[in-house]
């Protein structure tokens, strides 16, 4: 298995580098959101005769950029401080005390005293999906949140792979990545709410020009970058979570020597992972978000039915005997009961 370890560490490092310069990626989308937002008002407010619209916007988002930048950076120091309190608020988590359940707590403590990992905060969700996540960017703020639903349907050593699922996120540095790409992906939509507001109700001091004959132009090559901006914004959010979660799996299986409760975790809550009014960017953060289906491709997180296959073939994992009892949903337990995830049933079943 060192040989594996050794494989699973250098693909979190090389991971770690590629997220960093996608969040670089994600800044830089700021800024280019913000020049499609500059460009449609321009088009849609005019511009002084003899301008064009483009060089108008080029030279408003030049000097705007500064305050762009410190606008941005402010958000996401902002985000930083205070993104458990905001993710809390959201979801409508609380904080869950050791004397109201001593035996998660003991199993959290038990993980992170194994690895030597700062204890991170408990907190748990009234509602009866099947989910968990972690948050925070450093150890004063590291939070693992629980769904009633998780705790009420899994097995004592199914919750401990989901906790570990979820401190691996936090000792590989994903969470950290996840909460910034989150925060900046709310820049992203602030300033295109931004862009057609102004454009909306900046029609009565707009300016006419017999010179700004590109103006619908202007209008459509703006809105058209932002929507750019803001689809690769969603895209980079994707990559950062979906390669993750096999990671965090794997990291799961590495702190409890237990990969049939990992995968016997992930089945049970296949197709009941969605909480009630949660965002989607909060979602990407969960152990579980899509659906297992055609839909897969567009998914922030690997199908459940890819997890399981990778938790049997590289970590040993067995399917549990009987699929049927563990309310699937159809698409999965046909997959897994009719050739298990490599095209065959189990040889040991």
């Given at each position: 298995m060192s040989g594996e370890a050794f494989g699973l560490y250098t693909h979190i490092r090389n991971n770690r580098i590629r997220s960093r310069l996608l969040l670089a990626g994600l800044f830089l989308l700021a800024w280019l959101a913000s020049f499609g937002g500059i460009l449609a008002a321009t088009g849609f407010m005019g511009t002084p005769r003899g301008v064009d619209p483009y060089t108008y916007a080029l030279n408003t988002f030049i000097v705007a950029?500064?305050?762009?930048?410190?606008?941005?950076?402010?958000?996401?120091?902002?985000?930083?401080?205070?993104?458990?309190?905001?993710?809390?608020?959201?979801?409508g988590a609380r904080g869950l005390e050791r004397a109201h359940a001593p035996k998660l707590y003991g199993m959290l403590e038990n993980l992170c005293i194994s690895r030597g990992i700062t204890m991170p905060r408990l907190m748990i969700i009234e509602d009866q999906a099947l989910n968990a996540f972690a948050s925070g960017v450093k150890d004063s703020q590291?939070?693992?949140?629980?769904?009633?639903?998780?705790?009420?349907?899994?097995?004592?050593?199914?919750?401990?792979?989901?906790?570990?699922?979820?401190?691996?996120?936090?000792?590989?540095?994903?969470?950290?990545?996840?909460?910034?790409?989150?925060?900046?992906?709310?820049?992203?939509s602030f300033l295109s709410e931004v862009a057609f507001r102004s454009m909306r109700f900046s029609g009565s001091s707009s300016r006419s020009s017999s010179d700004n004959k590109g103006a619908g132009a202007a209008i459509l090559i703006g809105l058209l970058i932002m929507a750019v901006a803001g689809i690769?914004?969603?895209?980079?959010?994707?990559?950062?979570?979906?390669?993750?979660?096999?990671?965090?799996?794997?990291?799961?299986?590495?702190?409890?020597?237990?990969?049939?409760?990992?995968?016997?975790?992930?089945?049970?809550?296949?197709?009941?992972?969605?909480?009630?009014?949660?965002?989607?960017?909060?979602?990407?953060?969960?152990?579980?978000?899509?659906?297992?289906?055609?839909?897969?491709?567009?998914?922030?997180?690997?199908?459940?039915?890819?997890?399981?296959?990778?938790?049997?073939?590289?970590a040993g994992g067995r399917l549990p005997p009987r699929l049927n009892e563990?309310?699937?949903?159809?698409?999965?337990?046909?997959?897994?009961?009719?050739?298990?995830?490599?095209?065959a049933r189990h040889p040991n079943e």
């Amino acid at each position: 298995m060192s040989g594996e370890a050794f494989g699973l560490y250098t693909h979190i490092r090389n991971n770690r580098i590629r997220s960093r310069l996608l969040l670089a990626g994600l800044f830089l989308l700021a800024w280019l959101a913000s020049f499609g937002g500059i460009l449609a008002a321009t088009g849609f407010m005019g511009t002084p005769r003899g301008v064009d619209p483009y060089t108008y916007a080029l030279n408003t988002f030049i000097v705007a950029s500064p305050f762009i930048t410190v606008g941005v950076a402010i958000w996401i120091f902002i985000g930083y401080q205070i993104n458990v309190a905001i993710i809390g608020a959201v979801t409508g988590a609380r904080g869950l005390e050791r004397a109201h359940a001593p035996k998660l707590y003991g199993m959290l403590e038990n993980l992170c005293i194994s690895r030597g990992i700062t204890m991170p905060r408990l907190m748990i969700i009234e509602d009866q999906a099947l989910n968990a996540f972690a948050s925070g960017v450093k150890d004063s703020q590291f939070t693992v949140t629980v769904t009633r639903g998780l705790l009420d349907h899994l097995d004592d050593a199914e919750i401990e792979a989901v906790l570990a699922h979820e401190l691996t996120h936090i000792r590989n540095g994903d969470v950290k990545l996840m909460v910034v790409a989150v925060v900046i992906a709310g820049v992203l939509s602030f300033l295109s709410e931004v862009a057609f507001r102004s454009m909306r109700f900046s029609g009565s001091s707009s300016r006419s020009s017999s010179d700004n004959k590109g103006a619908g132009a202007a209008i459509l090559i703006g809105l058209l970058i932002m929507a750019v901006a803001g689809i690769l914004a969603s895209v980079i959010r994707f990559s950062l979570s979906r390669s993750r979660e096999y990671l965090a799996d794997a990291g799961a299986v590495e702190l409890t020597k237990n990969p049939d409760a990992m995968i016997s975790a992930l089945l049970k809550i296949s197709g009941r992972a969605d909480i009630a009014g949660v965002p989607s960017g909060i979602m990407d953060m969960c152990i579980e978000n899509d659906p297992d289906d055609m839909s897969d491709i567009f998914s922030t997180h690997p199908s459940i039915s890819k997890r399981v296959q990778a938790l049997v073939g590289a970590a040993g994992g067995r399917l549990p005997p009987r699929l049927n009892e563990m309310a699937l949903r159809p698409p999965l337990t046909a997959i897994v009961e009719a050739r298990g995830p490599w095209g065959a049933r189990h040889p040991n079943e």
